[in-house]
């Protein structure tokens, strides 16, 4: 069984920084994709971005510019840098591992479904 820790989270004030963590029980090279993504009550679930195995990685408009995904193997760890953060980036963020897509359209969870427990990121004043 894989297991995704995700750590980071906090509040912060619109303008501020935060990096979010997600250690994986098993060698971030042995999934295609790594992902992040956000969800809010009432709302559907957004991918934030994503990593490939080959290094490609993907923003939607909302955080282009503003988000960094990256990864240190050697830790089985992939980051999450999140600067110029606004209030509509509140939200509890997952991390999600061997993802069935992450390409020029987007991300998608995989058939097997690894997910963390999810962290909780809140901007305000």
């Known amino acids: 069984q894989v297991q995704l820790v995700e750590s980071g989270g906090g509040l912060v004030q619109p303008g501020g920084s935060l990096r979010l963590s997600c250690t994986v029980s098993?060698?971030?090279?042995?999934?295609?994709?790594i992902g992040w993504f956000r969800q809010t009550p009432g709302k559907e679930r957004e991918g934030v971005s994503c990593?490939?195995?080959?290094?490609?990685?993907f923003y939607p408009d909302s955080v282009k510019g503003r988000f960094t995904i990256s990864r240190d193997h050697a830790k089985n760890t992939v980051y999450l840098q999140m600067n110029s953060l606004k209030p509509e980036d509140t939200a509890v963020y997952y991390c999600?591992?061997?993802?069935?897509?992450?390409?020029?359209?987007?991300?998608?969870?995989?058939?097997?479904?690894?997910w963390g427990q999810g962290t909780q990121v809140t901007v305000s004043s």
């Open positions: 990593i490939s195995k080959s290094g490609y990685t």
């Open positions: 999600a591992a061997d993802l069935g897509y992450c390409g020029p359209y987007g991300l998608g969870p995989g058939p097997a479904n690894y």
């Open positions: 098993r060698f971030t090279l042995d999934f295609d994709a």
